[in-house]
């Protein structure tokens, strides 16, 4: 029997966003020491230390310094924990009132 089923190749754009969503899914740290390790890779500060370091061993010039560089922290917000917590407690009590067959609540607090 021949198989005239269309083969389906994979685009490098799709082993792209695969390979980057392998990264973000990373499994929960077993130990406080491998999530102190997660912490660290994670932290924009421990790179920047360790440019700093890789910029002297190979005697390579610092970049230039922006103008300004609190200008970006007006543009880019970052929740902080406490404000993840509540939208992840408010979107799973929604979710348990919708499943009761209840009305959501949290149109009230998000916008469409």
């Given at each position: 029997m021949i198989d005239t089923a269309p083969k389906h190749e994979i685009s490098s754009n799709e082993a792209t966003s695969t390979s980057v969503i392998k990264g973000l899914?990373?499994?929960?740290?077993?130990?406080?020491?491998?999530?102190?390790?997660?912490?660290?890779?994670?932290?924009?500060?421990?790179?920047?230390?360790?440019?700093k370091i890789y910029r002297k061993l190979n005697n390579i010039k610092e970049p230039p310094l922006r103008e300004d560089p609190s200008s970006d922290l007006h543009w880019t917000f970052k929740p902080t924990s406490m404000q993840k917590f509540k939208a992840y407690r408010i979107l799973f009590w929604d979710e348990m009132?919708?499943?009761?067959?209840?009305?959501?609540?949290?149109?009230?607090?998000?916008?469409?």
């Open positions: 899914m990373r499994r929960p740290p077993r130990s406080l020491e491998e999530w102190l390790y997660y912490k660290l890779l994670d932290s924009e500060g421990f790179h920047r230390f360790v440019g009132r919708s499943t009761l067959g209840l009305p959501k609540k949290s149109s009230r607090y998000f916008k469409d």
